[in-house]
């Protein structure tokens, strides 16, 4: 087996199991006003055509960058070939029109359906998925831009495939973004100019477009510190005139590609504006609102943090699956004093299941947690949108949902791919196949769009304190629901009563982690980042246990998928006995919250 072409191997089962069976988008979503016309059949073939494409185009250099990787000449990034092909199989598929809005010539998929396609771009080939952000800074610009702003460059980014950028972190800063430096200048009219260095940007030079879109947050002269003071600005490497014309290079220049552990095929750029020529922008619907409208690009961008990491892992399993299958090697352990006992595959072993199904029922759980996610997103659209007062719950829970997809995925996802290679042993290590890329490419998923501690510090002190814990208690409402129901009768007792024990260990966890706060906010940077991790191990736990159910159903309506339903009920069974569990422990640790470690000096580190 080779990494590349095949490494890939999509679960579309699950996929329309999680879409049509659990969450029924065929009739809460689908075909209704703003989205396009689709329905179900309509949507299980676009992702079958998707899951084509992404086996046949964009897997194959999926490899590539790590023999040949993109180079920097001239203030130019040159893309190796087979990634080229591969950014043009995506955009003459017409993949990128996808979730765009009719009113832009795009289909007007909802966000789960848009998601579940990003999961097979994703998981075929991460580094084309990153090429494709100037379809969601059309939508951004379409939201909050001017009409002239949308006139002038909306038309030209669709049609002709401009890259996009989302351009916040600069080298003294990093997670810091209020500390930005960088600054802006009015001009006169529309035309602001810019100044400073931003560092770690995503696709932010490459030759395969002919432009880039970047948005910039930058200090405008006289603005106030921290991220209030920040504004977000529209700059292009070329620069576009109001009539949607290219005209000739921008003040804006990649001066350094980074020497990355993975994930080589994403350029991650040096951006310097305004050195020696003026870097022109437009300040983004001519107000000034930077941190707020930014994070209409951020929101979307840890959404697909959090499916590239499910989508790795997914395919990291199915690898390691196949290979459990193939590779014989002992004795079934019940023979193991037989020395004539014939040698059996891998999967017959008990600690390799063991594995495997860590992994499988990860793997289902995130990919529920995060479809979840993206119905909910249907429901904010189909409410009126972002920030629309008709839209205000669903808002809520999306927002205090967001940081559990981001941080738990890319924290758990890291970890079971380790446990992915060691299903294949020395063979793992190798090269040969795909698990050790898999793991270089996925850890920067735990660091971009803000680490792993800034989830859990948004989720604690922003998205639950923002409402007093009203979204979450209204979530956990729905939790506890299911665990005092006969949801599934008889065969899924044991697991509602695993659900229902593991919602009140959450709540203890919770509730002694808001008594401490009195002592100190200390206790929060010190057991956040669990609390993040328990409450996305309860909700998946929650989602699991309602899929089983679903499961028992179909089952006796179609029995010729009855081994796919089977699975889905071990999934439950195993992660309600082997991870539900562990949040007693988890309340307990924060219960013994301390401070000590605050007061160990430096020196003793």
Partial sequence: MSSAPNHYKPNLRDLNFNLFEF?????????KAPFGDFDETAARQTL??????CLKELAPSFSEPEHNPPKLENGTVKLPPGLQRSLGAYYDAGMHQLELPVQLGGMGA????????YELVAGSNPAVAFFTLGGILARVIDRL??????KRLLPAMIDRRWV???VLTEPDAGSDVGAGRTKARHVGGEVWELEGVKRFITSAEADHAENIIHMVLARPEGAGPGTKGLSLFIVPKYWVDENSTLGERNGV?????EDKMGLKGSVTCELTFGDGKPARGLLLGEVHDGIRQMFHVIEQARMAIGMKSMATLSTAYLNALEFTKERKQGADLMNARDAKAPRVTIIHHPDVRRMLMAQKAHAEGMRALCLYTASIQDQVELQGGHRAPEAAESDSLNDLLLPLVKGYCSEKAYELLAVSLQCLGGSGYLKDYPMEQYIRDQKIDTLYEGTTHIQALDLLLRKVARDGGATLQRLLAQV????????????????????GKALSDAEA???????????????????????LMALAELLIGWLLVRHAAVALERMKENPGDKSFYVGKLASARWYCREVLPGLAHTARMVEQSALDLMEVPEEAF
């Fill in 253 to 257: 220049v990649c001066t350094k590609i």
């Fill in 480 to 499: 506890r629901a299911t665990a005092e129901s006969d949801e599934g009768g008889k065969e899924l007792e044991a697991e509602r009563a695993a659900l």
């Fill in 509 to 531: 966890m919770l509730g002694a982690l808001m008594g401490k706060l009195g002592e100190s906010l200390y206790h929060v940077g010190l057991q956040g980042n669990r609390v």
């Fill in 110 to 117: 909802p966000p789960s359906l848009g998601w579940a396609a």
């Fill in 145 to 150: 831009g001017t009409e002239s702003q949308k």
């Fill in 23 to 31: 969450l029924d988008i065929g009739r809460s979503s689908l075909g």
């Fill in 164 to 166: 996009g950028t989302m």
């Fill in 48 to 53: 079958e055509t998707f899951a084509e494409v």
